[in-house]
């Protein structure tokens, strides 16, 4: 896999359903609106060192509905 | 009930979920049915239904609501003439909705379940877990089950209600009864359900003479959904759903992973050592240990892989078979806090995803990290007395454990 590269990173607002995992596992990049569902933190690119996190975060979704963009 | 006293002839055409062999331990069973040419369970017993054991299948299931409706979630029939009489039309609306209403009788009551909003009652459930801790520390012996986790939901869901917490052990009963003993006895089950909406029609005169600030019931009666204040049926159908979701649910979750931790005090110096896995560390128990299965009814005559379910039919969503399902979790039996892969399912899928999750989460957390803080060694006392609560919602009923009565400090 080699070094680490920037993602980005999307929810599916239409298939989220507000378990949160995402936030869990990568609290620097998801967190919560009013009524629970998941957002998105950072505007862009995310940085490198946080890319395992946002991995973790897809991979714990039960929705999957979160996208990330190489 | 005869029906629990006939041997089970075989597992894909005849499970029957009250068997006492699978209340104590029902994996072994999901096993054999999930690896079988017929992963998609039927029995004839308690009313009929189906019971699909893969992941997959069971995730599906809680995203197709318009092929699977909640007209009926409990795993049992419903009590007959039920929904006949004054409050007959009393339901538990998000859970028992369906869309179009699901979506605003969910809606007016997630704000109060936000990850931000529930951080306040933290505080709060850590002094409630000390205090409880304070009874038996001295001792060197518990139950873990009905000394410490029993205590812990009732009082933080009475607290968000703003109901007296003298009245705790009514509350419990009320909610077993309807959860647990009522499964095989409707007339317990109806006459449960009936004190505790008495109990919040009472509640809500109360609020209409004496309205109150920063009080969930109070700011129910007043909600407003497209201009109409809504009617007091939904705001009673609410406070019965938060007080049976909250309470058998969580403390199933907090005593069985105190049933785990006494059993390995690997995991117990693991959380000590590496505090930061706390997080993930509960998502893998709730994944393990996860409490509550439903039911949904089938709306139209459908082919579901292979199964000809018929309009009417009972299908029951266990998701702690889900949770064990090798297809998608590798070493499915194993606890591992370091999973990377863990989209369980303990909270359901789909629009019914468990609205408290974010508030039951943070009771296990705190309730486990208190108990581990304060007594960090502990084992069971005999493995084989440990009882067990299942069908809809499973957990250790009675855990004695055992401690030094010095504990050490962390
Ligand atoms: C570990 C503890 C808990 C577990 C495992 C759990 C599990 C579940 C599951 C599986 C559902 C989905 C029901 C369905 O699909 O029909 C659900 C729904 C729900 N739960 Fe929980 N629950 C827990 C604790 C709580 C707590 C503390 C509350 C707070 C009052 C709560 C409130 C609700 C509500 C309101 C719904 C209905 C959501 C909807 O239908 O839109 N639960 N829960
Ligand atoms: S884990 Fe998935 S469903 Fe849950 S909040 Fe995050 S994006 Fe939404």
Redesign the pocket.
Known sequence: MGSLRSVRVTVDSGSCHGHQMCAIAAPEVFGSDDLGYATVLIDGDVPADLEKKVRRSEANCPERAIRIVD | MGEQQRPVADLTTDYDIMDPGFVRDPFPAFDEIRESACPIAHTERWGGSWMPTRYEDIVAI?QEHETFT?RG?LVMPPVPGAAEGAYGAVAAP??T?DPPD?HW??RL?LPV?SPQSVAKYEQGTRDLCNSLIDEFIGKGTADAAGDYAQHI?VRV?AT?LGVPLEMETEFTSWVRGVLEQGMTDPELRQASRMNIIRFFVEQLEDRKRNPRENDLITDLLNAKVEGAVVDDIYVLGVCN??LV??VD??W??IGSTLWHMAQHPEHRRMLRERPELWPQAVEEL?RVY???T?A?IVDHDVEHQGCPMKAGDRVL?S?PAANRDPRQFERPDEVDFEREHNRH????A????????N??RL??RVALQTWLERIPEFELVDPSSVTWAGGQVRGPRRCMVRFPTVATPA
């Open positions: 809680a909640s979630i998000p859970i909705s699901h009788h969910r009551i379940f939901p869901i968000m759903l938060m979701a909250g649910t969580t199933s979750a709730l996860a409490p509550v439903m949904r969503m998701f399912v303990a909270f359901g789909g629009i019914h995803r468990c609205a408290g999750s508030l039951a009771e296990l």
